[in-house]
């Protein structure tokens, strides 16, 4: 059994497997009257999609998506939207050995243990090919905060590969100048060193990424258990890989006194709060303050490596193994564009909810 | 609007403010036949009340439980379980100046900004009072843990409170001899020094709280959207004050390469699955390994401190702000409970989910 | 395991046993801003409490709610409602007998074959007091929707008891002339003479009961599986003891051919549209039409009787059983209210879940 | 916005149009192991699809399913499965009429008030095709009961078309040999020269559907608001065109007295309870007694008929309606395969939630 559901309102299914015909997203609760094609949401498949560049797989995916309902000339009619894409380049025989062998670090035990049954190809449904059906639910979500709260961004870039963190200042204009969304040239630079050698070498690093969230309005998320920080911890955890997630100041909070945290308020200029820094990452109390909302989120190195590890098979003998296949030396690079669609969908999810409140007095300030 | 039920199966629902008449828990789903009363879920209250030691809140509360339904004749009946709580030792006018300002931190402004209303008596529903309701539905979680699986064992302990990080060898028997939790004598006296002072300066500081789980067996977890890791990622942040939420490695899972974050796998003379590491926190693609279930978080630094801090009103004007009421120094101390309970819940939660399965040629290595 | 909520966005959790300290409903998703103190639900528990008339049960409830969170002062905060009644009038020796042996036609037999215990002390959470909390829940969804959508009104008649179909024209002033809630005097005669029989002869009957929403706005209704009919449909169903539900035309309607069945349209003077009939009992495709919702269930009679009838023992031995208790000769009397009391939070429900859709470029008519 | 899946654990989404590419159902929750291919799966939708006798829409569509994911050499993995049926005969152009006035009877109108946009050809969302969909997914679930509790048998067949119930002696062996479905040769004539005359004359009927469920274990069934009577009533009542639902005894119950209502209980030869009547239709307290469970529902007549009815426009002028197209005369005949797929879904999803509560001491009887 398992649940492959997310989202309130913005109902999320993913569905596929690595080397299966096909995979994609079934989502439910988009509002009516959306904007959408299939180049909307193709741009961040595009994004996400294998083998841009040497540091990812060299799998070829086009992702190509495709919308197969709940748009009607050019608008979504707030039916299930199904967004899928056919796999094309599927090479099972790489993974022949996986079939008997569990690799170390990866979920190949874990589903045997619990279903007694498993699409060994590709890692079957725990490959990272099911966040392509995240991102394409994720292009869908944007195009619905543009129609419903035009004005929100979001943007995800790499902080940390292994022992590398960015260095220098943050140059937001860079994320797209280079394979790692990271916001430095400089970093970058260290970084493809870094990952060039690693590679040539079969192994596999981690990274750490950050998602901001600007211009969302005050007032999303449903306390106790519907926060917003709630969701985006459960949202991103649930991407391949992820081991940790921060909001805000996030695992260092631990170190401020309560005199350093507090973020504290003044009145802008145009009558709104505005606070003396985010420690809070644009959440107190699980409901957004109207600062960024920022969330971080670490990727553990892919288990999938050239390097010989000890193992044992199904018939419990032990064995060593070297995972051959096609694999990210980084996995985090493309946990980029999965980060933001999580964001969007769960922004979207909370806008949505927080809407259904109508009629309340909301609070005004001043 | 809010969302106040977590679980799937095993589903509690919590209500309740810091100054109304009562608080609790409604629990659903839990077995039929599991043997409780209410001193057996007193004891897990008694550890996280108020006033026990001069490091937490000098509110009095007994938080005594009352079961008022779904058992009979000492054993669960199956139908829900309603665990109330008598608020008894309000003290409602510690809180005139909040009414109007909003408490730089703390959720004050945005249920103001979300909801237009808020019972601002000792911060209503923000409270870090919910959570005795939280630890009142884990102690019945552990009882029907206890009968479903015996065996398994949640520990909750901190490590590090403000700049001091838990020193030398852990020494587990050391954790209930100290108001910490914390498995270190040393340490203990460490962090009494450096409270004392803090609390006596009317500052707070934040902490991190790790959990265990032993003993769970292999197989929990619903990838891709209700994995393990996922629901305890989610069921911490949701926790007050909760920044960040680690599995195993955590974030610096980030800073490994692929060779070193394999955990080996070997066969134990047992005829079970051993690792040579856990790196994984026992959690491998959403499903337990077997392994320890190893969950930390980062609670913040309590936000009503009599430091004077920066805000503004109700009404939009500037105005300073001191908390005076009692408040806990280090609210991570009494998070040590809340931790244990959150992960009772979820384990007994993916067990049921886990036990639905039934019928599943499930999965036997050797 | 059980599952006591429903609703979507209104979410009630009903706990509570017949015979245990209290019973009452968890309440969450309710609005903020409504004005709400208990006086204004007891008004409707007042209608649905026992002892009444000589046609209810005897059993002397006051059914006195309290609401223990969510308000502050006289205002609904958004947070979850508890609203507990205390049980004062058990007579839990007049049960002895029913430990044993299972009533024909009860869930008595179901529940110990389910849960392997039951609380068997007044039916436990099978007894038809589990609706008090079904009604203190309407309660509060009255006042909400009188606050986001004011005009609309929900009632509940009966009209039919055993083989006694309401007569003549129906005079809805009656409705709270007579202890049956039927929409004629004349009717309420004849049921009054044949009840007043069947009660002595410790014999039981069956009912139809007929609820109406009027002025519900169009548009209401989540298909295809959160549909208005679906949902009312389970609600009814849901109540003790039902066995049918209709909506508009009802079975009936497999009768009607489709020239007959079709509602005519017509544009009225206020440029909202008009239907020359209503087979749709104002709902079409899951979604309300703005017409009355009209929604009709039968009850069976009671199945604790003082007729003797043949059963079995828990330990499997043939035996005979008479009911003593108190018990309603005609349930289904009682179960206007309840009726009532679903569809308000159901109508409740969707209309919060269609604001939820805002930004929607609704559907205009001329 | 919708919501567009039914189910606890054994989760159905519905996706797809009338006239769109493809329409489809995203299956999660299913058990891991079961045997299944499409082939199981067609012979389903070959019994529900259009076209098999003149007595149905001339559409004419294959109705081919394809198993996109989830199923692994032959058997579920436990992921999701998603089942595709592609659209082949699209005729957009019957549909111009439609776009602009509204049929009586019809959810054009209120899909047009919900969302403001509407995928007119040939209903959209709101079409019949839609219940393929559940179909297949229906053989799915048959699968995995056949694997996890074998010997439950799904029958579903016709008791009334119009104004002519089935008459004489029940005969199962003759439903399968008429295109009605219903259990008597002699009433396949009657109805055949009724629904022939009523099909020239452009006019379509309504009908009664009873689907059966033998073998049941006791025990299904999760009160009180997941009864197995209220998820049945939903899920007959989430189907196009339904209007009333039934459960044993039905509507009828209110007729009876409590002495008749009563079946009254033995011990059977083989140490299980057996029943002197089914007035329950194999339900008590919500949860199945081990008798068969007995559902019926009424089917509302076509509302695309040929015969002219009064209507207004979107721009809310008066108009006069023929439907062309190719419809059903009595789309009752084909909810029968849907009803049946309906029943399997609720049942298997129960076995899943009971299932779920294991380590209870269930009542054992003797």
Redesign the interface.
């Known amino acids: ?6 989202g ?2 913005f ?1 999320v ?5 690595s080397h ?5 997203a ?1 989502v ?6 959306v904007a959408i094609d299939e180049e909307m949401i193709q741009v961040w498949l595009d994004k996400r999609k294998p083998g841009t560049s040497k540091y990812t797989t060299q799998r070829k995916e086009p992702d190509q998506v ?1 919308i ?3 748009v ?1 000339e050019g ?8 967004l ?1 894409i056919e796999n094309t380049d599927q090479r099972s025989k790489d993974y022949g050995d996986i079939a008997e062998k ?6 190949d ?11 060994y190809r590709g890692g ?3 490959s990272a090919r ?1 966040t392509a059906a995240r991102v394409a639910a994720g292009g869908l979500a944007r195009a619905a905060l543009n ?2 709260a035009p004005g929100i961004e979001i943007q995800g870039y790499m902080t ?4 590398h963190a960015i260095t220098g200042e943050r140059d937001m204009s860079q994320i797209d100048q280079n394979p790692f969304w990271v916001p430095s040239a400089e970093t970058a630079d260290t970084w493809a060193n870094y990952l060039e050698s ?1 590679r040539k070498s079969g ?6 990424i950050e998602v901001v969230a600007r211009n969302v309005p ?10 917003l ?6 949202a ?3 991407i ?1 890989a992820v ?25 802008g200029n145009d ?1 709104k ?1 505005v606070f ?1 820094s985010n ?3 644009g ?8 600062q960024d909302v920022v969330v ?1 989120f ?8 050239l ?1 010989p ?4 098979t ?5 064995a060593e193994i070297i995972t051959k296949g096609r694999h990210d030396p980084c996995v ?1 690079i493309r946990a980029v564009p999965v980060g933001e669609a999580m964001m969007a969908s769960v922004i979207l999810d909370h806008l ?15």
Do not use: C
């Not at 199904?314 to 032990?318: A, H, N, R, Y």
């Not at 809407?355 to 309340?360: E, K």
């Open positions: 059994m398992s649940l492959n559901t997310f309130h309102l109902r299914t993913t569905w596929g497997e299966g015909p096909a995979l994609g079934t439910d609760g988009v509002p009516p009257g495709r197969l309902s709940g009607f608008q979504t009619t707030g039916t299930p939207v199904q899928m569990f690799r170390p670090g990866h979920a035990i874990t589903y045997w243990q619990k279903y007694g049954i498993r699409d079957g449904r725990s099911e129609t419903l940390q590969m292994g022992p690693l192994n596999s690093v981690g990274a750490i005050p007032g999303l998320g449903a306390p106790v258990y519907g926060k920080d709630t969701d985006l911890a459960a991103m955890m649930s391949n081991k940790g997630v921060e909001i805000g100041e996030g695992m260092a909070a631990a170190m401020l006194t309560g005199e350093d945290n507090a973020d504290e308020i003044f009145m009558g709060p003396s420690h809070a990452g959440i107190l109390g699980g409901i957004s303050t109207g971080r670490a990727v553990k190195p892919t288990s999938s490596i390097k590890r000890q193992t044992i199904k018939s419990g003998e032990s985090g949505l909810l927080h809407r259904g409140q109508i009629g309340a007095n909301r609070g005004k300030i001043g």
